[in-house]
C-alpha cells in the first residue's frame, strides 16, 4: 500500500502552495492530499475568527477518518498543527517546516515578530498579508519580478485569532516530553524572515525531553518560502529520505 501524506499550508496561502511537494512526493510513491483550511466566514460572529483549537480539531477528525496513519507535513501555521496532532497520537511521522513554534519558545521573540500583524489586523475577524511583508519577510529569495505572480496566485487573508493565540501561547501548548507521540522533523532556512531559525533549533532542544526521534534540519540558502524558492527540491528530497528512514524503507 502507497503511503499517504497529508500537507497543511501556512496562514495567509492555499493548499496550491504545496504543488511542489506534492510532484515530488507522488513521483517517489506517496499518495498526496493537501488539506484547505475550513472557510473563515464559518467562524462565529463578533469573534476574532477561526482559532488554533478549531484548526486542530478540523484536521483531527480528516485525519482521524483515513484509512492509514498519514505522515503529516505542514509549513508556517500549518508546521505547528503537525505539532499539536502528533502530540496527540495522530500520523505515523509529523515533518513541521519554517514552523510557528509551541507554547514556551521563546515568547517574547514570537510576540514581537508577530507585532506588525497584530497591529495590521487590530480587531477584524480576519488579516491580509501586505505585499510589501510577502517580499521582504515571506519570499525575500525569489526574484522581484516573481514576487507579485506568486503573491497574486497563492496569497488569501487569514484568521486573525491565531496570530493572538501564538502570541500568547493560546492553545498552542504540546508535552515536549511524549515519549509516545509520533517521530518528528523540524525544517527551517536560516533566511526565514518570518519564524527565525533560532525560534525552530529551540523548539528542537525543547523536544529532547523526550525520546522519540526528533531532528533538526538548517538550510543555510533558504527563506520561509522554502516550500517553492528555488532549491526546493533540496528540502523535499531531506523530508522524503528522513521520512523513509523512519519507515525502515531504507
Not at 7 to 16: C, E, K, M, R, S
Not at 172 to 182: I, K
Not at 191 to 217: E, N
Request: hydrophobic share 45%; charged share 15%.
Amino acid at each position: 500500500m502507497s503511503k499517504l501524506v497529508v500537507f497543511i499550508h501556512d496562514a495567509w496561502l492555499t493548499p496550491a502552495s504545496w504543488d511542489h511537494f506534492q510532484s515530488r512526493f507522488t513521483a517517489c510513491g506517496y499518495v498526496c492530499i493537501a488539506l484547505p483550511w475550513p472557510p473563515l466566514n464559518d467562524s462565529p460572529a463578533n469573534s476574532l475568527g477561526l482559532g488554533l483549537s478549531g484548526l486542530v480539531e478540523h484536521h483531527a477528525v480528516l485525519i482521524g477518518a483515513m484509512p492509514q496513519p498519514p505522515l503529516l507535513v505542514g509549513h508556517g501555521f500549518g508546521g505547528l498543527i503537525v505539532q499539536l496532532l502528533i502530540d496527540r497520537g495522530y500520523g505515523s511521522a509529523g515533518i513541521a517546516i519554517a514552523p510557528v513554534p509551541p507554547r514556551g519558545i521563546r515568547p517574547g521573540v514570537l510576540a514581537f515578530d508577530l507585532l506588525p500583524v497584530l497591529l495590521s489586523a487590530g480587531w477584524s475577524p480576519q488579516v491580509d498579508l501586505r505585499f510589501k511583508r510577502f517580499a521582504t519577510d515571506i519570499a525575500p529569495t525569489v526574484p522581484h519580478t516573481e514576487q507579485l505572480m506568486l503573491f497574486k496566485r497563492h496569497v488569501v487573508p487569514a484568521p486573525t485569532r491565531i496570530f493572538y493565540e501564538a502570541a500568547l501561547g493560546i492553545g498552542s501548548r504540546v508535552n515536549f516530553a511524549n515519549d509516545q507521540r509520533p517521530p518528528l522533523l523540524l525544517l527551517t532556512g536560516a533566511d526565514d524572515r518570518s519564524i527565525r531559525a533560532s525560534l525552530v533549533a529551540s523548539s528542537y532542544r525543547h523536544y529532547q525531553r523526550s525520546v522519540a526521534p526528533t531532528a533538526y534540519k538548517c538550510f543555510t540558502t533558504h527563506s520561509h518560502w522554502l516550500i517553492t524558492e528555488a532549491n526546493w527540491e533540496e528540502v523535499a528530497d531531506y523530508a522524503i529520505e528522513w521520512e523513509q528512514a523512519q519507515s525502515g524503507r531504507f
